[in-house]
């Protein structure tokens, strides 16, 4: 007998002496595939319980703010919004709209002056990522009390524009049910967004390099989910610059990351390395594994970014009816890239994911090159 199979043998006698009479014992490769799916739905569970979690902290903030304001802002994917302690200060990054937004009501609207839209303001200006989230009280409610290490500004806004920033600050005053409200709008200057984008790009070039995936698609990706909000949020939820949905492209992006899947919420999220290094892995999967039938470069480069937005089943449905990719990129092969855009443009089900596509791909151009 073989040394390989006295040891297998063996294993048999051992583990028989613990089973019951007729029972097979479970092999190494059952027992790791029963592992795998335990983990997933572990996993799955422990991702419904916190977006349970977080979409109940919303609301609840969100009451809470109604209490002072006609309007309550929160902070979404392309807006970081913060509030004082006492909630009657308001202090707004818009980066789709390339503005600064310090609203104020209550004895905060009474008592304004020119020092105190200052002050505010260079709160914005030097509000860092770890600061954010440690003020945040969503965030920290449902998130983790551990807050992301980076020190990495949120505006992106210098602190020698300040002065010129503020000579073009515009003041407006509304009256609402809550009482009055005073606005005061400061334009940030014209080619913001790209400047924002190159304080990414050392991580994107990185993470791209590494993930084998084109740093222009990630800059165009970043900029039409986030506007490059480090502090970007949705009520998916989804966090980050390249906003990952957790139970969903964070885990597989997790798996081929760390080697298992992980649930990474909140705090790991927010750090803008982690977060394009997981948005550029998951890219990767797209174009290499799931879309990786579709044998035009180009029309696959279209499916992958409707597929970041809605899932490759989502994409695949669209040209077939059902969720087979490989039925689906028999049809996508036959076409022209031009067709398989025109198709994505009109076929897909949501039409978020249809604007999608057109946002990226006019995004791309700006990055390549």
């Not at 583990?15 to 029972?23: H, I, Q, S």
């Not at 982690?274 to 174009?287: F, K, M, Q, R, V």
Request: charged share 20%.
């Amino acid at each position: 007998m073989k040394r390989r199979d006295l040891l297998a043998f063996s294993m048999s006698l051992c583990t028989g002496l613990l089973l019951p009479v007729g029972v097979r014992a479970e092999t190494g490769f059952e027992r790791y595939q029963r592992l795998q799916r335990e983990g997933a739905a572990s996993i799955q569970q422990e991702w419904l319980q916190y977006r349970q979690a977080y979409l109940a902290a919303y609301k609840d903030y969100q009451n809470r703010l109604g209490r002072v304001w006609s309007r309550p802002e929160l902070s979404d994917k392309k807006v970081w919004v913060e509030y004082d302690n006492r909630l009657q200060t308001r202090r707004v990054v818009d980066f789709e709209h390339n503005e600064v937004r310090l609203s104020f009501t209550g004895e905060d609207a009474a008592r304004l002056s020119e020092a105190r839209i200052r002050a505010e303001f260079e709160k914005v200006v030097q509000a860092s990522i770890r600061q954010s989230y440690q003020q945040d009280p969503l965030l920290n409610k449902v998130a983790g009390s551990q807050p992301p290490s980076s020190s990495q500004g949120v505006s992106g806004i210098r602190q020698e524009d300040i002065d010129a920033l503020l000579r073009q600050a515009k003041q407006q005053q509304q009256n609402t049910s809550k009482g009055k409200v005073i606005t005061v709008t400061i334009p940030l200057q014209a080619g913001a967004l790209p400047a924002r984008a190159q304080n990414f790009l050392p991580l994107v070039q990185t993470a791209s390099a590494k993930w084998q995936v084109s740093p222009a698609l990630v800059m165009a990706i970043m900029q039409t989910e986030s506007a490059f909000n480090p502090m970007a949020q949705s009520h998916v939820p989804a966090f980050g610059l390249m906003q990952i949905v957790p139970g969903s492209a964070g885990r597989d992006a997790t798996k081929k990351v760390y080697g298992k899947e992980r649930l990474l919420t909140g705090a790991e999220l927010f750090k803008p390395q982690t977060n394009i290094e997981l948005g550029c892995a998951y890219l990767h999967i797209l174009d290499r594994q799931y879309l990786s039938a579709i044998t035009d470069p180009q029309s696959r480069l279209y499916c992958v970014i409707a597929a970041y937005n809605t899932g490759a089943g989502n994409v695949a449905r669209a040209f077939s009816g059902n969720t087979s990719v490989k039925e689906a990129a028999r049809r996508i092969n036959a076409m022209s890239p031009k067709q398989v855009y025109a198709h994505l443009r009109t076929r897909l089900k949501y039409e978020e994911t249809r604007n999608y596509v057109q946002k990226v791909t006019a995004a791309l151009a700006q990055y390549q090159g």
